[in-house]
């Protein structure tokens, strides 16, 4: 609650406007992270050049796992290209 308080303060509303301003950035947020998420899937998916696809693979990764996931000296993934046929 000392966070809401210090908001609350900050802004010059009451705790309840506090809290309602909190829960739709909270809801806002999750959403653009629902929506970002499906971006990157979708370049990673589409994308058939291997190195775009390695880097959209990497970016895909950040977002299910964080920005940190992925160190600079990691071990490079690649992924193989399309082969056209499923079987």
Same mark, same amino acid.
């Given at each position: ?21 909190? +829960? ?8 653009? +992270? ?15 050049? #291997? ?28 992924? #193989?290209? #399309? ?5």
């Amino acid at each position: 609650m000392a966070h809401v308080r210090r908001v609350a303060n900050g802004h010059h509303v009451t705790m309840s406007r506090a809290l309602v301003d909190l +829960a739709e950035r909270g809801f806002r947020a999750e959403a653009d +992270a629902k929506e970002q998420l499906k971006v990157s899937y979708r370049r990673f998916i589409e994308e058939n050049e #291997p190195a775009q696809k390695n880097e959209a693979g990497r970016d895909l990764t950040r977002e299910i796992f964080g920005k940190d996931s992925i160190t600079e000296d990691s071990i490079s993934l690649t992924f #193989p290209a #399309p082969s056209g046929s499923i079987y």
